[in-house]
């Protein structure tokens, strides 16, 4: 009657006041039989409750009230509506929960009545909520709820109270939209009228559902590993994060390890990979800003497995100290990991090839890429041997090594790559020849290259003690190559240039007793693979050499001007006798045999002067002479030329006066040279002159050819 009335409602407060026969009636009692009578109606299908609202039912509206009552749904369907009302609506689909000490997030696995809202049985945290919809629901006691949250790695259970009010209404809300779904037809209006009004008060149920959802979730009980929880009444959402925080600090039992965390971890990386050495940040694995408990907790993670000879992955190491008891952001690991690597914990390796820390962030922080970066453990070198090291260090260097591993590893690679750099400068220099050392310093490139290939500082100074007699040696080596190359090249230069000079006169010098041992010890200097412990010899070698050379040289000199002087008065009688002398012919004539007296006074090798006294000497002379018997040949033809008969010419008488007779032409003789060898050759046809009758035919035809030249009128010289 009153489903017309808008003022009115079908409450049921309402019905029980339209109810009243008397004004003192009980309304109890009223209440009761309402109610009653109210339930009756609806499963006869004549009224319906939408929300606290009771609506009567027309005809057709009462069949299809049956037909929707009649619609078949599946408990799944059930579970997963009130899996999205809790989870997607009331909560906001959060499937990950932020711990707020570290701002990471963990993965939150979501459950109704044992059903997984994401597909996955894998997560950091689990959360399951019990509903009356499960079969079992009868037996989840408090007992059996606090034994289901221990359940294995412990989870956040929440039981809903049994409100069979709220679980009927979403039954019906099922029901209603999957049958206003599947008989959806335009073509019927009253039918597309009625359904319409069901959609509409469906709407009104799936909002009061929500409602009702919210005020289930803040009454249940919540348990977590084996507690009861009290967690706030302010919302579901506050009672999830409650929950999960609880669940997350007592099953992550490490993840308090971290006990610094960085505000921005990769800058922290970058900066710790860009150092090479965190001791330059004044940092260490040991002080609390480095979280000594949770880098302790991966150094032993990665020496297990080393142990095992288990190939180390990047993405290994974030996988483990991800999951429970660590929870550790992937950040914080790998700046742990970027710690040890700089400390000289770790070497980095990327594809087979060794990855410098100064390279290695961007490959760290590629997901894909880190599962290619494999952590090699340093091998600690032993503390004896660090000991020996550095001891040695003060017997190479002069100067005591730091004594921390990878200082003391940094100030040997710092020297020999400053040796080598050194030793590589002088080898391009003893490669191009007239330089001693050649050998010496190829070996020690070659050794000192060899140990230098060694990254691993473990092998780096167990080579360096098991030989330290040879490095010594090296060192011995490498100081009198440098001091050679540094300060003695001068007294070298010096050295060469005196054998190049001595090497003229040798066959000389070789004849005193004195430079002869003096010039020996030189060209053993010289030749020497070693003579830097000699070269103070040099400058007094050299001196006592250039004084016997000198000597030589001026003794030779003096006989060879002598030689050319003699030629030259000899040229002066020929031009002074060929009746054609004058200042100028003479300064022609005898110009060339003085500059050759000149080049005599500046020559230095005694087999030049003497090839200038005599080759030189003897072809000026012939040149002069042939000059000099030229200039007389034109002088004759020009007299001739003068005395020849010529018919005379009528001329005026004049007084005769004195006449004067021109100077005789005397020619000088030509010079005819007689071959000693040629003589002993032309007589003798061995080598030597054994016997008398030989030495009689050799001085028969020596004198045959005298005399033949002689009697030309030529004047002989013997060669």
Not at 284 to 297: C, D, M
Not at 531 to 560: C, F, M, S, W
Not at 624 to 630: G, I
Not at 640 to 667: D, M, Q
Request: glycine content about 4%.
């Amino acid at each position: 009657m009153i489903r017309y009335v808008d003022l009115v409602k079908g409450t049921i407060d309402n019905l029980i006041t339209l109810s009243l026969q008397t004004i003192d009636e009980d309304k109890v009692i009223l209440r009761k039989q309402v109610v009653t009578s109210l339930q009756l109606l609806e499963k006869q299908c004549l009224i319906t409750l939408n929300g606290h609202e009771y609506l009567f039912l027309t005809n057709e509206e009462r069949d299809i009230t049956r037909k929707i009552k009649a619609t078949d749904i599946s408990g799944s369907e059930e579970t997963k509506a009130l899996m999205d009302i809790i989870y997607k609506e009331l909560l906001g689909d959060r499937n990950k929960f932020r711990y707020p000490v570290n701002k990471q997030d963990y993965d939150v696995g979501r459950y109704l009545d044992g059903h997984t809202l994401d597909g996955r049985y894998e997560a950091d945290l689990k959360m399951e909520v019990l509903s009356p919809l499960d079969s079992d629901y009868s037996l989840y006691s408090e007992a059996a709820c606090i034994n289901r949250s221990t359940e294995g790695n412990g989870s956040v259970v929440i039981r809903l109270a049994d409100e069979n009010s709220f679980f009927l209404e979403l039954s019906t809300w099922l029901r209603t939209n999957k049958f206003i779904r599947l008989n959806n037809d335009n073509s019927q209006q009253d039918l597309s009228r009625i359904l319409a009004d069901r959609g509409r008060e469906n709407q009104e149920r799936r909002t009061r559902l929500r409602v009702n959802v919210d005020q289930l979730m803040l009454s249940a009980q919540v348990y977590c590993l084996g507690q009861r929880l009290k967690v706030s009444q302010t919302n579901a959402t506050v009672r999830f994060d409650e929950g999960c925080l609880y669940l997350l600090e007592n099953t992550f039992t490490k993840l308090a390890y971290l006990k610094v965390l960085q505000t921005d971890a990769q800058r922290e990386l970058s900066a710790v990979l860009a150092l090479d050495d965190i001791a330059q940040m004044g940092l260490g694995l040991e002080g609390a800003a480095g979280n000594p408990q949770a880098t302790n907790e991966v150094q032993q993670f990665i020496t297990l497995k080393a142990a095992s000879n288990d190939r180390i992955l990047v993405s290994d190491v974030l996988d483990r100290f991800n999951k429970r008891p660590f929870g550790w952001p992937d950040n914080e690991i790998l700046l742990i990991i970027g710690r040890l690597a700089a400390g000289n914990h770790l070497t980095l390796q990327l594809n087979g090839g060794t990855l410098a820390n100064k390279d290695a962030f961007e490959p760290l922080t590629n997901s894909r890429k880190r599962r290619d970066i494999t952590l090699i453990k340093k091998r600690q070198t032993d503390e004896i041997i660090l000991k020996q090291a550095r001891t040695l260090s003060q017997d190479l260097f002069r100067s005591m090594g730091p004594s921390a591993e990878k200082e003391l590893f940094g100030f040997y690679s710092q020297h020999f790559n400053q040796w080598l750099s050194n030793l590589r400068s002088y080898k391009s220099k003893t490669d191009l020849g007239g330089f001693p050392g050649a050998k010496i310093i190829a070996t020690s490139v070659l050794t000192l290259d060899r140990l230098q290939l060694n990254d691993d500082s473990f092998d780096y100074f167990k080579q360096l003690v098991d030989n330290r007699d040879l490095y010594k040696d090296l060192e011995e080596d490498y100081h009198d190559v440098h001091e050679f190359f540094a300060n003695q090249l001068p007294v070298w230069q010096q050295l060469q240039g005196a054998l190049v000079d001595f090497d003229k006169n040798k066959q000389a010098l070789e004849r005193d007793e004195q430079a002869a041992a003096a010039l020996l010890a030189l060209t053993q200097i010289h030749t020497a693979e070693a003579p830097y412990n000699k070269l103070h010899q040099v400058a007094g070698l050299v001196a006592t050499v250039n004084q016997i050379n000198d000597a030589l040289i001026g003794e030779k000199r003096h006989h060879a001007l002598e030689r050319v002087e003699q030629r030259i008065v000899q040229l002066q009688q020929d031009i002074a006798s060929s009746g054609i002398a004058t200042p100028e012919l003479s300064n022609q004539l005898l110009r060339p045999l003085q500059l050759l007296k000149e080049d005599i006074q500046q020559q230095k090798s005694i087999p030049q002067i003497y090839m200038l006294q005599t080759e030189t000497a003897n072809e000026r002379l012939d040149d002069a002479l042939d000059t000099l018997n030229k200039t007389i040949e034109r002088e004759q033809a020009k007299r001739a030329a003068l005395e020849s008969p010529v018919k005379p010419t009528p001329t005026i008488p004049s007084r005769p006066g004195p006449v004067t007779e021109p100077v005789p032409l005397v020619k000088p003789k030509q010079i005819a040279e007689v071959s000693v060898t040629q003589a002993f050759s032309a007589v003798i046809e061995g080598a030597y002159i054994e016997t008398p009758e030989q030495a009689a035919q050799f001085l028969a035809e020596l004198k045959q050819q005298l005399d033949v030249a002689l009697e030309q009128g030529a004047r002989v010289r013997i060669r």
